[in-house]
């Protein structure tokens, strides 16, 4: 299986700021990672396809970078409604496999 | 707009099967590949496996012995079996569009199901 590893586990951050998660994963993958925000009580919701495909409706703040092994989520600037948990997700090959998640809170 | 609706019992009883069942509204089932993942409290999230009409399904090795994933054309759904539960099983349970070779979207809101006597 590919592991997926994530970091930081854990961010606090304020209103405004400009916060990268990043995930790495334990083979090449190309671009074949996908970016998602849960929220509690919540289904996941896809951010970020194939790396660094903007998914429909998401906000222009969020962007995914990188290939191969490592990988990044950017918000630019950190509003209320973007305090949530997310996950990558490799869907190089089966099983498709998710890093740990990234908990994001209120500074 | 496609939309996914898990359902099935909340509770099931030690070494008996977990079923579910997912409609798809909104689209036909017959066009994508359908996944379940699961959820344990307060935890990370776990692909149990995928299946497409044609039958090309693909199962989690962690979970291949005891998963069949199923499709029912004429209903427009999917549905999950689990056989031999345990507490390990508890889980929220979601159903989602896609897996082969690509992303989850979307998903159904998730069923929560707990393995208790």
């Known amino acids: 299986d590919i592991q997926m590893t994530q970091s930081p586990s854990s961010l606090s951050a304020s209103l405004g700021d400009r916060v990268t998660i990043t995930c790495r994963a334990s083979?090449?993958?190309?671009?074949?990672l996908n970016w998602y925000q849960q929220k509690p009580g919540k289904a996941p919701k896809v951010l970020i396809a194939?790396?660094?495909s903007l998914q429909t409706g998401v906000p222009s703040r969020f962007s995914g970078s990188g290939s191969g092994t490592e990988f990044a989520l950017t918000i630019s600037s950190l509003q209320p409604e973007d305090f949530a948990t997310y996950y990558c997700?490799?869907?190089?090959?089966?099983?498709?496999?998710f890093g740990q998640g990234t908990r994001l809170d209120i500074k | 707009q496609v939309h996914l609706q898990e359902s099935g019992p909340g509770l099931v009883k030690p070494s008996e099967t977990l079923s579910l069942t997912c409609n798809v509204s909104?689209?036909?089932?017959?066009?994508?590949?359908w996944s379940w993942i699961r959820q344990p409290p307060g935890k990370g999230l776990e692909w149990i496996g995928y299946?497409?009409?044609?039958?090309?399904?693909n199962y989690n090795p962690s979970l291949k012995s005891r998963v069949i994933i199923s499709i029912d054309t004429s209903k427009n759904q999917f549905s999950l079996q689990l056989t031999s539960v345990t507490a390990a099983d508890t889980a929220v349970y979601f159903c989602?569009?896609?897996?082969?070779?690509?992303?989850?979207?979307?998903w159904g809101q998730g069923t929560l199901v707990t393995v208790s006597s």
């Open positions: 299946l497409h009409y044609s039958g090309n399904n």
């Open positions: 909104g689209d036909s089932i017959s066009t994508h590949y």
């Open positions: 194939a790396a660094s």
């Open positions: 997700q490799q869907s190089y090959n089966t099983p498709l496999t």
């Open positions: 989602a569009s896609g897996g082969h070779s690509d992303w989850l979207d979307p």
């Open positions: 083979q090449n993958i190309n671009n074949d």
